[in-house]
């Protein structure tokens, strides 16, 4: 079988997501340099790190981390972009994968029942086919014995572009279009809410808005990348 593969690889070698190099035999979906420019934010052992500064006076979060640093026309933006918007949901296990494990070893997460991503509106879930948090939050799920929870947490109506628009007028914009359809699931839970990738934090607010009108919740926020 392995003699197989190895001549599958030699005329269809797996090659690098971000740089085009052809991977080595250990490595996956981005080679090691691409994994190594990529600049690691550590925030997972760090208390009051900046993810959970952004919540600080806006919402109780038990706690927050991020994978790495989002830098525009960077590895990182490269690699977001295969998984959003050209179909690569092996990123998603790539980075569920790394984050997982941080988080299982981490000592300052206590242990999370439900993974519950940030929703993409039916339309546009329709139109790309997937949500790029699935195979994110699934990979994560496995190691960290959690369940993962789709479906519950819904989008109402998408959102105008939001780019131009204040902080202010954009949370406002947000705020309403997030609700859950069953409240009685989180009582008593800890939720790690994810998503790819926080800047303002207004939509990771929403959402965790919703969850904590459920009683007793905690909730934890994870990212794949966090931008300054
Ligand atoms: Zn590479």
Known sequence: MQFFKDIYHLFFPKICLCCKEQLLKNEKTI????????????FTEERSNKVEQTFFGRIPIEFGTALFFYKTKGISQQLIYQLKYYGHQEVGVLLGDWLGYELKNSRRLIAVDYIVPVPLHDKRLKKRGYNQLTTFGLSLSKIIGATYIKGVLIRKTVTETQTLKQRFDRWKNVQEIFHLTDLMLFENKHVLLIDDVITTGATLEACALQLLKAKNVKVSIATMAYTE
Do not use: I, M, V
Not at 32 to 41: A, G, I, P
């Open 31 to 42: 080679c090691l340099k691409c994994r190594f420019e990529l600049s690691t934010t550590n």
